[in-house]
């Protein structure tokens, strides 16, 4: 037995080796072509890894619960007013915002790959890529909730928004209780990647510092 | 096409599995994969449709058993050796083996910013009135294309209501062919029954966005 699990680990370790020798031998044609700078790749993994990721979709969020005119932007048209924040291009393009309250609970997948707000959220995680999660999401949201460890009242609606066009969806979720008088930085601090996403709910006060 | 890319509603039996404090990338390979493939969009001049087609395009067994960055990667080489960019024998050996071909424009890091800023827009103008309105009720067109298209099978045949206009948006299927084809783009919501049937969640409602020549009037 130890000895097979030794051979199946050494196995995955040399199919990875071999996509990273690939993938390097890839990058060296393609700049000695001419085709790419390195320096313009390198600049693009800094942008997805340090700048872009969902403390932008937090700070929105924190502002909507903050500001009830620019909630009220936000929901009417949310491209423009999430690039008020300065955030806005690529795989965000075309932005909607959609409410969570009692008697609502929304939920984003993209069944046929993985369209997900990119300025707001970043890049998505890998379940949100994941065959469980696209294929269940659109059947069996319950499920899914369930599987991250929460549910909802039987009485609360589930809209699931499946983004198969370029329109990317947004979730807004609802002001935890007990916040009342809360600056924006520290609302933003209860906003989890999963509750803009519909698969989450916001942390509690208690739960942060 | 029908590909194990289309993936709503099959019945795969794990449950989703969150990574606590998952990483952006989870290797290397992955930061690079995703890089070349974003600045490669650039000499490349591909739009998003071909580079879908290019990933989904491929046996179930293929699709469902590369990672997510494999089939970027699968997708990448395939759009570059379909335009004589790179070649068979040059991903075989590793290192170039001809000459670049010439292309349009590369992305330098001075341009970065800008090209993630502008991204894609797909909007175009109006030049027709949309055939349908809020609160209309639509059927999917039970349709098979052998070529990409953005309407999941799960849908397909049945009856929703028309919940949101979002304009004139390119129209994939015949984008990823090279023809932007622009059409109205509604928001269709469906109940979970008419999805499932009785087995359905009569308290969901699943919406696609769908281009007006998936839809007919039901």
């Known amino acids: ?209 | 096409m029908e590909g194990a890319h289309d993936m709503g509603g099959v019945a795969w039996s794990g449950p989703v599995l969150p990574e606590p404090d998952e990483p952006v990338f989870h290797a290397e390979w992955e930061r690079r994969a995703f890089a070349i493939t974003l600045a490669m969009g650039m000499p490349g001049g591909w739009n998003i449709d071909m580079s879908r087609f290019a990933r989904e395009n491929r046996p179930p067994e293929e699709y469902l058993s590369k990672s997510y960055y494999e089939i970027w990667l699968a997708g990448l080489e395939r759009l570059m050796l379909e335009r004589g960019l790179v070649t068979a024998d040059e991903i075989e050996a590793g290192k170039p083996l001809h000459p670049a071909k010439p292309v349009a424009r590369t992305l330098s890091s001075d341009g970065v910013a800008a090209m993630l800023h502008r991204g894609g827009p797909t909007q175009r103008e109006v030049r027709s009135p949309a055939l349908f309105a809020v609160g209309n009720r639509v059927r999917t067109k039970m349709i098979h294309p052998p070529t990409h298209t953005r309407l999941p099978r799960y849908v397909r045949g049945h009856v929703g209501v028309v919940e949101l206009l979002h304009g004139v948006h390119v129209f994939p299927d015949s984008n990823a062919l090279g023809q932007e084809n622009p059409q109205w783009l509604y928001t269709v919501t469906f109940d979970g029954r008419e999805l499932w049937g009785p087995d359905g969640d009569a308290s969901v409602k699943t919406s696609v966005d769908a281009w007006e020549s998936y839809l007919e009037p039901a």
């Open chain 1, 1 to 209: 037995m130890t000895g097979h699990d030794h051979d199946h680990h050494h196995h995955d370790h040399s199919e990875l080796s071999e996509t990273e020798l690939r993938v390097r031998a890839l990058e060296t044609i393609l700049t000695e072509k001419g085709y790419v700078d390195p320096a313009a790749l390198d600049l693009l993994i800094e942008t997805y890894e340090t700048r872009v990721g969902p403390r932008n979709g937090a700070r929105v969020v924190a502002r909507a619960w903050s500001d009830p005119a620019f909630r009220a932007r936000l929901l009417g048209d949310a491209t423009p007013a999430i690039g008020e924040l300065g955030y806005a291009g690529r795989q965000g393009e075309h932005i909607v915002a959609v409410e969570n309250t009692h008697q609502l609970h929304n939920m984003v997948v993209c069944t046929l790959c993985s369209c997900y707000p990119w300025p707001v959220l970043g890049l998505p995680p890998v379940w949100y890529k994941s065959a469980p999660y696209r294929s269940k999401a659109v059947k069996d949201p319950r499920g899914v909730l369930a599987d991250f460890g929460f549910e909802l009242p039987d009485s609360t609606e589930i809209r699931v928004w499946d983004s198969t066009a370029e329109i990317r969806y947004f979730v807004l979720p609802m002001r935890p209780a007990g916040t009342e008088g809360w600056s924006e930085q520290r609302l933003a601090d209860l906003v989890t990647r999963d509750s803009m996403i519909g698969t989450g709910l916001p942390k509690q006060p208690h739960e942060v510092a």
